[in-house]
């Protein structure tokens, strides 16, 4: 894929020194959390979604950096460290699915987890961050790399993480990258209704495809990087498991995709704490969100999963207020021309009587009565204006139809 692309993959990979000693048996468990908020009936307006990274770095002391290539245009505004969380037990718990107690030593850069009094689970660290609480540079680096991003975990982090850890207890780090509020990004696809806005309420298509070190989905920049000279980099550890979790709101089923290993509804009391972060990206959860779990592990002989992938069609009901009121503006504007319409051609309306000359004269009657005249006789002894006698002398009988006149004749007496 050409570097003026961002592709649609997301790649994950270590870097060691040249010549270090680096443990063959390191590996990593990739967690994701695809957070799809927008898909809630109750979201805000302008919610985004947010995918959640973690990496569990078995044996990784050695590495001169972990590093995570995203096919998105990111800034360090839009990438939270989530470590400081695990302080609370409920949210180690919840993340791991296990029954786990906290230490937090005084003045260190991580929470322990343990299961059992002498057995630790699992050290999450937490980035150095300065006044404005932003991750420092020489910990957790962000740079544009093409039209992506290169997040990396740097040496002094890993190194600071593995002080006085015990051989085969994990590194966790965890970040929250937030995406863009509108559908359309490199891992979605949204496809809606051509006449949506004129409904009150529609339903719309969300493809959600996601992929994890697949190469034809990779720039060349970014392949070059994982693969110089076609060779995985020195010291990358393998990726044994990989668990992919997509929450999705009460308005949204999924239509078809990959059969996912789990399902069940979003514990809302639970995960509340997790979602309030210190950058107040949190989201009201509603309690009809339900998680949808995907895993890989390598395939015995195999230590490496290779890539992974998950496609899923999200069926999503729109419904709001808003839509409401749209809808009914638009009624309004279209059923009031018509009903004027509709009147206009009950009433006998005709553009002759709409629209007359001007001086026209009323329309006469179509029929005027007939009048009959009786014989009449001269009637004498009437006078003109000079003083002379004059008589009238009518016809004998004489109808008065339409347009006619009656003929009179006039006698006058000098």
């Known amino acids: 894929m050409p570097n003026n692309q961002c592709g649609r993959s997301i ?173 359309n990004t490199a891992f979605s696809r949204t496809t809606k209704p051509a006449d949506g806005w004129l409904l009150s309420s529609f339903d719309y298509t969300e493809f959600l495809d996601f992929r994890l070190n697949e190469a034809r989905n990779l720039p060349q920049n970014a392949i070059q990087k994982m693969w110089p000279g076609g060779q995985p980099h020195p010291g990358t550890p393998s990726i044994s498991r990989v668990d992919f979790l997509v929450i999705v709101g009460e308005s949204a089923d999924v239509a078809e995709g990959v059969e996912c290993d789990k399902k069940r509804l979003l514990e809302g009391e639970l995960w509340g704490t997790y979602t309030k972060t210190p950058k107040g990206w ?68 005709s553009m002759e009587n709409w629209i007359k000359p001007a001086g026209a004269k009323a329309t006469e009657p179509l029929e005027s009565p007939q009048v009959a005249c009786a014989p009449s006789t001269d009637h004498a002894g009437r006078k003109d204006n000079n003083g002379r006698s004059m008589s009238v002398k009518a016809s004998k009988s004489l109808e008065v139809g339409k347009g006619a006149s009656a003929p009179v004749t006039v006698e006058k007496t000098q």
Not at 127 to 155: H, W
Not at 283 to 304: E, F, R, T
């Open 282 to 349: 949190q989201q009201n959860l509603s309690n009809g969100m339900v998680i949808y779990h995907w895993k890989k592990p390598a395939k015995l002989p195999a230590v490496d999963i290779g890539d992974f992938s998950a496609f899923i069609k999200l069926k999503i009901r729109r419904s709001s207020l808003s839509l409401v009121w749209r809808y009914l503006l638009v009624v309004a504007l279209i059923g009031s021309p018509g009903s004027l319409l509709v009147n206009f051609a009950w009433s006998g309306f």
């Open 11 to 183: 790649a994950i990979w270590g870097e060691a020194p040249q010549g270090a000693a680096i443990s063959p048996d390191k590996k990593l468990n990739v967690h994701f959390n695809y957070w799809h908020c927008r898909s809630q009936k109750s979201r805000k307006k302008g919610a985004a979604d947010f995918l959640d990274i973690g990496l569990m770095a078995y044996d990784c002391a050695g590495l001169s950096r972990l590093r995570i290539y995203v096919p998105l245009a990111l800034s360090i505004d839009n990438i939270e460290d989530l470590g400081g969380l695990f302080r609370e037990p409920v949210v180690a718990s919840i993340v791991f699915n296990e029954s786990v107690s906290t230490t937090n030593a005084h003045n260190s850069n991580y929470t322990t987890l343990q299961v059992a009094a002498n057995s630790v689970y699992a050290r999450v660290y937490v980035f150095s961050k300065d006044a404005s609480g932003i991750p420092l540079n020489s910990e957790l680096s962000v740079t544009r790399d093409g039209e992506g991003t290169l997040i990396d975990i740097c040496q002094s982090a890993i190194a600071n993480g593995y002080t006085g850890l015990t051989t085969g207890t994990p590194l966790y780090f965890r970040l929250r990258i937030r995406l863009q509020a509108k559908g």
